[in-house]
T-cell receptor
Framework: NAGVTQTPKFQVLKTGQSMTLQCAQDMNHEYMSWYRQDPGMGLRLIHYSVGAGITDQGEVPNGYNVSRSTTEDFPLRLLSAAPSQTSVYFC????????????????FGDGTRLSIL | GENVEQHPSTLSVQEGDSAVIKCTYSDSASNYFPWYKQELGKRPQLIIDIRSNVGEKKDQRIAVTLNKTAKHFSLHITETQPEDSAVYFCAASIGSYIPTFGRGTSLIVHP
């Protein structure tokens, strides 16, 4: 298994440009999520999905869109890039617990380092 | 929503010493508490987790304790080694799978 694969690993954009960060997992996990990591701020949740066709907002969703058309893929779209979106982005997936409340650990991708000029 | 506070933000120890990182959470309904280690430039990776029906869990040099009454949990690393140097994140989740993360602790182990 490749686990969680993110592409690209690095990207430089100009303000106002749009782009899509790709995330794919081959573990048949139901849950997928996107985080951004900034110095001293930990991992902040952008958007998440509990299954194909279902998405919801996290703590910092503004300026980002997601969709989940398949179990495997969960792309993150930046609509109009801003310098404040310069960050490291992590995609994660996890298995649904066998019973309600039996949370499972998250598996992270290698991250995408995004700089917006 | 859940709020997780993590302390200290930076911890510097000598090789062989013990290190303790503490986290508090706000919602008493939280029932799952994972800890992740992130080496420089790498992805966060799970090192240990604990559920609300357990008070302590050990894995070699790493242990986690949970005090549900006080709503805090701690990571203990004994006999620290230079390869333990990394950023450590605690997290808590309430019934659903979405964890809330602490802001991280940068652990530096001096040889």
């Amino acid at each position: 298994n490749a686990g969680v694969t993110q592409t690209p690993k690095f990207q430089v954009l100009k303000t106002g440009q749009s782009m899509t960060l790709q995330c794919a997992q081959d573990m048949n996990h139901e849950y997928m999520s996107w985080y951004r990591q900034d110095p001293g701020m930990g991992l902040r949740l952008i958007h998440y999905s509990v299954g194909a066709g279902i998405t919801d907002q996290g703590e910092v969703p503004n300026g980002y869109n997601v969709s989940r058309s398949t179990t495997e893929d969960f792309p993150l779209r930046l609509l109009s890039a801003a310098p404040s979106q310069t960050s490291v982005y992590f995609c994660a997936s996890s298995r649904q617990g066998a019973k309600v409340g039996s949370n499972q650990p998250q598996h992270f991708g290698d991250g995408t380092r995004l700089s917006i000029l | 929503g859940e709020n997780v506070e993590q302390h200290p933000s930076t911890l510097s120890v000598q090789e062989g010493d013990s290190a303790v990182i503490k986290c508090t959470y706000s919602d008493s309904a939280s029932n799952y508490f994972p800890w992740y280690k992130q080496e420089l430039g790498k992805r966060p990776q799970l090192i240990i987790d604990i559920r609300s029906n357990v008070g302590e869990k050990k894995d070699q040099r790493i242990a986690v304790t949970l005090n549900k009454t006080a709503k805090h949990f701690s990571l203990h690393i004994t006999e620290t080694q230079p390869e333990d140097s990394a950023v450590y994140f605690c997290a808590a989740s309430i019934g659903s799978y979405i964890p809330t993360f602490g802001r991280g602790t940068s652990l530096i182990v001096h040889p």
